[in-house]
């Protein structure tokens, strides 16, 4: 845990080391935690990396913010920077992308390189509606009173079996995720973080529901610092729809597509993730 400052409350991370790596931030989707891939912390080790899973305010075991979580959650980077004694830092977002590009446009001198896996789409431009997932995320979004319902529904029956059962019926239609959930420890190590998301509370789930609502990508001055990569069998998201939107915000950056991923591109290709962090943006 790390301290934040100067409000109250402790921010709770993962260090997998080691301390001579060089430091990657890593931001979870909106339904998990700070467990990781153990699949992917070794491929980051072995390029020479050091995985440091971050819970946004209100996930996990990190305290709700006391302010406004959107703030408070890019100071929460800042804070584990000082404390950690880290001068810059490459981010791996799975989710988190507002707080990266915030991170980013608050401290630009603070961040190298920031790769997005599979990327929000903003609901104005999507255009996705098969499958349990879509009907749920359609659900809350024109229903957005029943965020907070299904949140506290959920959070206490996140049991092994109950999340394992929702994790399969949720990306049973991409192949490429079915096929690495029969890793037993891909599975594992998800599971466990999805059980994470509400572990203290569902205040900070809550929040970015609601906030993704209305949101779109911010523009960042220094496009050519970030890669966007595509699992193009991504079953929460359409390839393609947000090309414009993402293209715009970010102008310059790389964009890796590849058609044998989906949602868990991070852990079918971690060798691929780690080499898109490897490479060294001109700053």
């Known amino acids: 845990f790390v301290g934040r400052t100067p409000g109250p409350g402790r921010i709770a991370l993962s260090d997998f080391g080691p301390a001579s790596g ?23 080790q072995r390029r020479g990396f050091r995985p440091i899973a971050v819970e946004r305010p209100g996930f996990g075991l ?19 920077l000082d404390t950690l004694k880290l001068r810059a830092v490459r981010i791996l977002a799975r989710g988190g992308e507002d707080t990266a590009l915030r991170f980013a446009a608050a401290h630009p001198e603070r961040m190298i390189h920031t790769v997005l896996i599979n990327p929000f789409t903003p609901y104005a431009l999507d ?37 394992e059962r929702l994790v399969r019926r949720s990306l049973a239609s991409s192949a490429a995720d079915t096929a690495v959930l029969g890793q037993p420890a891909v599975l594992e190590d998800y599971v466990e ?8 509370t569902t205040v900070g789930f809550v929040h970015e529901q609601r906030r993704y609502l209305n949101w779109a990508p911010r523009p960042s001055a220094r496009g050519e610092r970030w890669t966007r990569m595509i699992g193009e069998q991504d079953v929460l998201y359409r390839p393609g ?32 993730v780690a080499e898109s962090l490897a490479d060294n943006p001109a700053r």
């Open 193 to 200: 973080s999805a059980r994470l998301v509400a572990l203290r």
């Open 22 to 44: 060089a430091p990657v931030l890593m931001l979870h989707s909106a339904v998990t935690g700070a467990r990781l891939d153990r699949g992917l912390v070794r491929a980051l």
């Open 62 to 80: 990190a305290a709700p913010a006391s302010g406004a979580p959107d703030e408070v959650a890019v100071a929460d980077l800042i804070d584990i």
């Open 241 to 272: 729809d947000a090309e414009t939107v993402w293209q715009t915000a970010l102008p310059g950056h790389r964009v890796i597509r590849r058609a044998d991923a989906g949602r868990m591109l991070h852990a079918s290709h971690p060798e691929l």
């Open 127 to 163: 255009t996705r509606r098969d499958g349990y997932l879509n009907a749920m995320k359609w659900l809350l979004a024109r229903q957005p009173a029943m965020i907070e319902a299904v949140a506290r529904f959920l959070a206490p029956r996140l049991d092994p079996r109950t999340t």
